[in-house]
């Protein structure tokens, strides 16, 4: 599996429709240290194919420990191919029990994409998200 899985809620951020005063609402929010609102507008931008107003507010959100925000932040570094730094997101945020992190994490193990390809490490991870409920870590694991 060459690609990183997205989570299902992805899907939904994306096709959140968001006008101008939402926007300014959210802006205005995330300013204020809600982090959810710092991945909505991250959704939008990411939407909208602005990767870099998406990573401004992903980043935020991180900062303010939205593991959600995290997750799309490390993703969005696979993406441009900066596995190194996605690899340390992705292992703080399944360290704190995120699922798809860990899942992400075994795919990168399992890939060899910032860190030695390590299969055992790479199932280990699995099983651990698999256990925190990921459904797509459980079937890389009855794959194997």
């Known amino acids: 599996m060459k690609r990183l899985i997205l989570l299902p809620f992805l899907a939904l951020f994306l096709y959140a429709q968001s006008g101008e005063n939402e926007f300014k609402k959210y802006d205005e929010n995330c300013t204020k240290g809600d982090e959810f609102s710092c991945a909505q507008i991250g959704m939008t931008y990411l939407k909208e194919s602005d990767l870099e107003g998406a990573w401004v507010y992903f980043d935020r959100g991180c900062k303010a420990k939205f ?78």
């Not at 900066?82 to 029990?97: G, I, R, V």
């Open 67 to 144: 593991g959600v925000s995290c997750e799309l932040k490390a993703y969005m570094q696979t993406q441009i191919g900066e596995y190194d730094e996605a690899f340390k997101t992705f292992s703080k945020a399944c360290d704190n029990n995120s699922s798809y992190s860990c899942l992400n994490l075994a795919v990168l193990y399992d890939n060899g994409n910032g860190v030695k390809k390590d299969i055992k490490k790479a199932t280990s991870l699995f099983t651990k998200a698999c256990k925190l409920g990921d459904r797509s870590a459980c079937q890389m694991l009855n794959v194997r």
